[in-house]
């Protein structure tokens, strides 16, 4: 009962950790973003959930609504979710040139290469 | 604009002028010629008030809250800066004879580090408190690498970074943190009469502070701190002459005298000295018994120094004013005959190519002046009169017996019979033994005549400082009074 | 109302706005120009506002007219005034120095790209600084952070893209956890604006969700400080971004992580919780000792002078959240000063190495990377350079007469108030270090012979004088400490007095 009490940060904590989890384990970049993405998400839940009261409303000042939820969370997550996907944007563009670059996104290919190009230095 | 303003400016105008003239080495001498000499002028202009009683200021600017970048000329100061920018005339002689002779590179560089190097030597000589004190002892340091390293040779480079190394190493980690600790417990790093740590302060700190002093000021070349000075031999001779037994070792034992007598104050001291005695003592005498093995002139000579430097502290160390007037005049005497050693040593290179101690047979009767010059040098050295090095010596040993520090008494004996033994061989071998075969068919005459000149002049100043001592000993005297 | 009245809006808002002009230009030359501008005009502004917070004590900005705490509010006290005025002025030099570095280092259709991400990210800092909102400081990192991947991108090395994606990834968590951390700050007290936050907190006595807030923001925002050992991603960044973009992040983007730290620290938790309730300054004591020695130690054996200066830095901001740890004014005020002087001495290391790569070069081709075997004899190539190379690898090593001992000083004055004398002793060996990595430097360019037929050809000058502004003022804040000193203690004794 108590786990259920605390669902929603059941859920974000799992999120987060499991994003994590992708972003240290895969070597493949675009997994790495796909893990950071769902660990940012994670935290998008956590700020929501808490204003979110069941049967409240938008905050529309008039006599018959009473109950509404908290509108500062939703507006402070819809600039994160705007931060979100320029960072998604900006590393999927990175992880194509470095595509074009290395000809791999695994990301032991990429250190294997740079550590060849550095000993076939003079 | 007074003569202290001045007395800063004109080296470093005469740094400039050098670099510029670079390209003319005629003109590029005669700058340095003239900085020197005008040099000497100023601060011979301050010696006249300072024997009057007065202590001329000069305050640059806050360095940080409470803590100016301060001049004031003391006594002990104003000889050293004599000592320093008087020797730097001749030796500047000396140089246009040397560099000339050896065809060596990188000339301008040379000269200017030099003019560089005496002009921090003198921000030292006139710092009024501790923390200006230290910036110019860590510019003296930044500004002789250059020298030291002149050669450029795997050599030099090795023997710069043991220069560097041990002057750094140990000025950063002894000397600063007992620099901020003197700010920290007494509030102020002002240089004053009597001593500025507070009364009553515990002795062990009192003793850790003075061992943190003695061994940050590694230009004392204090055992087990001395290898840089032997390493800084590779430098060419006019270096080791006038940095290397002038400014920046008397620097190091300049700044040891001044911070005995003026930050701890010979009272606070009582009973914490004795086993700086003890280390002073075995330098003077460890140093002495290397110096008796080498055969490379320089490198007996430059263990000579630290030995010799030995003196100064262990003279300090007694606490008997007698021993530090002692102390500031074996600043002096050292000086003239240690950079008389060195021009013959220089002398010899210059003219025969020799470096070596068993190569001088006979030489004595092709560089007469040369070879004369070195005696007198070495009387000094060894404290025998007619040579300066008899005034300082007596007045050490007047200062231990007052104290009855018998082992002070002892290790002098002991180092003078050591003195005798390494210097006096050579100059019976110089005169007394035949010229080897192999060298009959090399001749060669006495070294050029800047060179001769410039070593006849100090090796007459040796035996002149032992005649008319009355200037360094008065200022040597009002130290101790004051 | 007058201009000065609206200087904290002004500060941000004029490069901002020169960010999409520059990329509205599509030119390189016009796009420097307006930037360049901005940058300058962000400068007067920071230095009419270190004025007024002089007088005032703390200026505070209604944006929008809207009273805190529900509008956003800036806000520029004594702290807040130095970090600007180190931002700007570092942006004020490293813009026109760019004109000439970038020619070379980045093809000429992307120049204004450049400095439009420059002006964002010079936008992106001085709102983390100026800005009194917990978010609002959310949002100017991801701004900040944004623009400097994409600035670390455009080095011409393709590792340079492995480090911005690298950088990217270690970055989004950091801000991450500083989000998280906030939504914590935002849960127990119902505000954003900082100051109030403050004043909540004092009533929400100390529970868990505090103290998670603490250590979220404390380890998202080490993490973009690079304190080791989360440092990982800032010597490839630093070694294969464009000269002036390393440049300019070596001075400010670790420096602002450092304001937000302390920001956070006194400001809003309150020396109580950072210092008493959970293990902060021990952890911050031994993770910064470990930076001043493992990060110098690795210097100095590095073989790319970019890499070897990029370690030191790692090394260098163990010096500054030492500082932190000793929970008093000196260590503070000795943080803030050497959070400045590190700042301008690296700058002008990394300027002076940026105009040094590009002598290397031979003309029209890519600058090779500052290798060692590559810059053997070259002080007789560039004198000037490799001089002023010597002066600040000097500040770095804190010997007097440079701007870096001045915070040595304040370091071990801090230290030994504490009676820390095993620190005293930490402090200056660590600075031994420095000496052996700023010496491998020395020997190599001033005792290795040069290859044959090298003629002397000096970095171009309009590389040469933006970085020796930085090497003198280098010596200038090491001998006259009235500014830096001034300000960073007047910062400290406000933290720590509305801390208590």
């Keep these: 009962m108590e786990l259920l009490a605390h669902f929603s940060h059941v859920v974000a904590v799992f999120l987060m950790v499991a994003g994590l989890y992708v972003v240290m384990a895969r070597g493949n970049l675009i997994k790495k973003l796909v893990g950071l993405s769902v660990f940012q998400t994670s935290v998008y839940l956590l700020y929501i959930a808490p204003g979110k009261l069941i049967g409240g409303t938008a905050p529309i000042l008039a006599p018959q609504y009473g109950l509404y939820s908290n509108p500062l969370p939703h507006v402070l997550i819809l600039t994160a979710i705007v931060v979100g996907v320029a960072t998604l944007a900006l590393g999927l563009a990175l992880a194509v040139r470095i595509r074009e670059a290395y000809g791999s996104i695994e990301e032991d290919e990429i250190i294997a290469a740079d550590n060849a190009a550095e000993e076939a230095r003079p | 604009m007074t003569a202290l303003h001045l007395a800063f400016l004109i080296p470093l105008l005469g740094a400039l002028g050098i670099a510029l003239a670079g390209r003319w080495p005629n003109l590029r001498e005669g700058v ?44 002990l100061g104003m ?9 730097w005339i001749v030796n500047s002689v000396y140089s246009i004879g040397y560099m000339r002779g050896n065809d060596e590179q990188h000339q301008t560089r040379f000269y200017v580090c030099f003019a560089l190097s005496l002009a921090s030597a003198l921000a030292i000589a ?52 007992a620099v901020i600790y003197v700010w920290h417990v007494a509030g102020t790093t002002d240089f004053t009469a009597g001593g500025i740590l507070p009364d009553g302060m515990d002795t062990g700190a009192v003793a850790v502070l003075l061992a943190l002093f003695m061994f940050g000021t590694a230009k ?152 004369a010059a070195f005696g007198i040098g070495a009387l000094s050295m060894i404290g025998l009169p007619p040579a300066a090095g008899f005034i300082s010596k007596w007045y050490l040993v007047s200062g231990a017996m007052s104290q009855g520090a018998w082992l002070a008494l002892c290790v002098v004996l002991l180092s003078t019979l050591l003195n005798a033994a390494y210097f006096l061989p050579i100059v019976y071998r110089a005169f007394f033994r035949p010229l080897s075969a192999d060298d009959e068919h090399h001749p060669h005459g006495e070294a050029p005549l800047p060179i001769v000149l410039a070593l006849s002049f100090t090796a007459a100043g040796t035996l002149a400082l032992f005649f008319f001592p009355d200037v360094p000993l008065a200022l040597a005297q009002q130290l101790v009074k004051s | 109302m007058s201009l000065s009245a609206h200087l904290p809006a002004l500060q941000v808002v004029l490069p901002l706005l020169s960010a999409p002009l520059a990329v509205l230009l599509r030119h390189g030359g016009f796009a420097c120009a307006v930037v360049t501008a901005g940058a300058w005009a962000a400068f007067a502004a920071a230095v009419g506002l270190w004025l007024q917070a002089g007088e005032v004590g703390v200026v505070s900005y209604h944006i929008g007219s809207w009273a805190p705490p529900w509008g956003i509010e800036y806000r520029v006290d004594r702290l807040a005034s130095f970090v600007l005025l180190l931002v700007s002025g570092t942006a004020a030099i490293v813009l026109p120095y760019s004109r000439a570095s970038i020619e070379r280092e980045i093809p000429r259709e992307q120049h204004y790209l ?23 400081i959310f949002v100017f990192l991801e701004i900040s952070s944004l623009s400097t991947y994409v600035l670390i991108a455009l080095g011409r090395d393709r590792r ?16 991450t956890f500083i989000v998280i951390g906030i939504g914590f700050l935002y849960l ?25 807030a603490l250590a979220f923001l404390t380890v998202g925002i080490s993490l973009k400080l690079a304190l080791f050992p989360l440092h990982q991603w800032l010597p490839n960044a630093y070694t294969h971004a464009p000269s002036a973009v390393t440049a300019f992040l070596a001075a400010t983007a670790t420096k602002v992580s450092v304001y937000v730290l302390i920001r956070f620290w006194y400001s809003v938790f309150g020396e109580s919780l950072v210092y008493v309730e959970l293990p902060l300054p021990r952890i911050m004591l031994l993770l910064s000792l470990a930076a001043m020695f493992a990060a110098s130690f690795t210097a100095i054996f590095q073989d790319n002078l970019k890499r070897l200066f990029a370690y030191s830095s790692v090394g260098q901001i163990g010096y500054i959240t030492l500082g932190l740890s000793f929970d008093s004014i000196d260590g503070l005020t000795a943080s803030i000063v050497h959070l400045f002087n590190h700042g301008v001495t690296k700058a002008a290391l990394f300027l002076l190495i940026g105009g040094m790569v590009i002598g290397l070069a031979k003309s029209g081709t890519v600058p090779p990377a500052p290798t060692f075997d590559r810059l053997a004899g070259l002080a007789k190539r560039m004198p000037l350079t490799c001089f002023g190379i010597v002066i600040a690898g000097l500040s770095l090593i804190g010997v007097p007469g440079t701007a870096g001992f001045v915070s040595k000083w304040y370091l071990i004055v801090a230290a030994l108030e504490k009676e820390q004398f095993w620190l005293v002793g930490a402090i200056l060996l660590s600075s031994l270090l420095a000496v052996a990595y700023v010496w491998r430097f020395v020997e190599v360019a001033y005792f290795k012979p040069a290859a044959e037929g090298t003629t002397r050809r000096e970095a171009p000058l309009g590389l040469l004088i933006p970085a020796w502004l930085l090497v003198i003022a280098t010596i200038w804040f090491g001998l006259d400490t009235s500014f830096t000193v001034g300000t960073a203690a007047e910062a400290a004794q406000q933290l720590v007095r509305v801390g208590k």
């Design chain 3, 114 to 136: 450049y400095y439009a991400m420059f002006g964002l990210c010079l936008a992106g800092l001085l709102g983390i600084t100026i800005t009194g909102d917990a978010f609002n």
């Design chain 2, 79 to 87: 000889l050293f800066g004599l000592i320093a920018s008087g020797l």
């Design chain 3, 188 to 212: 127990m007290t119902g505000t954003l604006n900082l100051a109030d936050m403050a004043e909540r907190l004092r009533d929400v006595e100390s529970s868990r969700a505090v103290l998670a």
């Design chain 2, 126 to 177: 006139f710092a009024a408190n501790l923390l200006t004190l230290f910036l110019f002892y860590e510019v003296l340091t930044l500004m002789t690498y250059p020298l030291v390293t002149h050669a450029g040779t795997d050599k030099a480079r090795a023997g710069g970074r043991t220069y560097l190394a041990i002057l750094m190493g140990t000025s950063i980690l002894f000397l600063l943190p």
């Design chain 2, 32 to 75: 340095t010629l003239a900085t020197a000499a005008l040099l000497f002028g100023t601060v011979l202009q301050l010696l006249e008030p300072v024997l009057a009683g007065a202590r001329p200021e000069l305050v640059l600017f806050e360095l940080l809250p409470g803590l100016s970048i301060a001049f004031k000329v003391e006594p």
């Design chain 2, 220 to 371: 004392a070349a204090l055992m087990p701190f001395h290898r840089w000075l032997p390493a800084a031999m590779v430098a060419p001779t006019p270096v080791s002459a006038l940095l290397h037994a002038v400014a920046v070792v008397k620097a190091g034992v300049f700044s040891v005298v001044k911070i005995v007598v003026y930050v701890f104050g010979l009272d606070q001291l009582a009973g914490a000295t004795d086993w700086l005695v003890a280390i002073a003592g075995f330098t003077i005498v460890a140093a002495s018994v290397v110096a008796l093995h080498a055969d490379n002139l320089k490198r007996r000579l430059a263990y000579s120094t630290v030995s010799q430097l030995s003196y100064v502290i262990l003279a300090a160390a007694l606490l008997a004013p007698l021993s530090v007037i002692g102390a500031a005049l074996h600043i002096a005497a050292h000086a003239l005959g240690k950079i008389t050693l060195f021009f013959a040593a220089g002398s010899i290179y210059t003219a025969a190519h020799k470096t070596e101690v068993s190569q001088l047979d006979g030489i004595g009767r092709r560089m007469p002046w040369t070879m």
């Design chain 3, 160 to 175: 340079a893209l492995a480090a911005a994606y690298r950088y990217l990834i270690m970055g989004t968590i950091g801000a």
